[in-house]
């Protein structure tokens, strides 16, 4: 997990220095290049770097692995502009998205 084109265009489109992965072992890693994934597409809508970064051919099984690979079909199928159009609808719109992710309600 370490390195990989998907770890450093999160980095890079989080705009965060991120601490080196390599003092946490591999699980920790996983999990922070996902929490980090995931806090940037609730952040703003991905770049067209970010985009072919998730388009890429991903490895694994089970249900996470199953996600991941839905969503690189999903990115490969779309571009930058579709994706910030649909993120601003969703997350921000004018008065408000349709969805509330930080809601607890």
């Known amino acids: 997990m370490r390195g990989n084109g998907l770890e450093q265009a999160i980095v890079a489109n989080c705009e965060v220095r991120a601490l080196a ?3 946490y072992d591999d699980v920790s890693a996983a999990r922070t290049a ?3 994934l995931l ?3 609730l952040w ?3 770049n067209a770097e970010l985009l072919a970064a998730l ?3 991903v ?3 089970g249900e996470l692995g199953a996600a991941r690979a839905a969503l690189a079909q999903a ?3 779309t571009d930058a502009v579709a994706v910030e ?3 601003f609808d969703l997350l921000q719109g004018v008065a408000g998205g349709e969805l509330f992710p930080y809601a607890s309600y």
Do not use: M
């Open 21 to 23: 992965l390599a003092e």
């Open 34 to 36: 996902l929490y980090t």
């Open 39 to 41: 806090a940037t597409l």
């Open 44 to 46: 703003k809508a991905p």
């Open 55 to 57: 388009a890429a051919p």
């Open 59 to 61: 490895q694994g099984g």
């Open 75 to 77: 990115a490969a199928a």
């Open 85 to 87: 159009r649909e993120h």
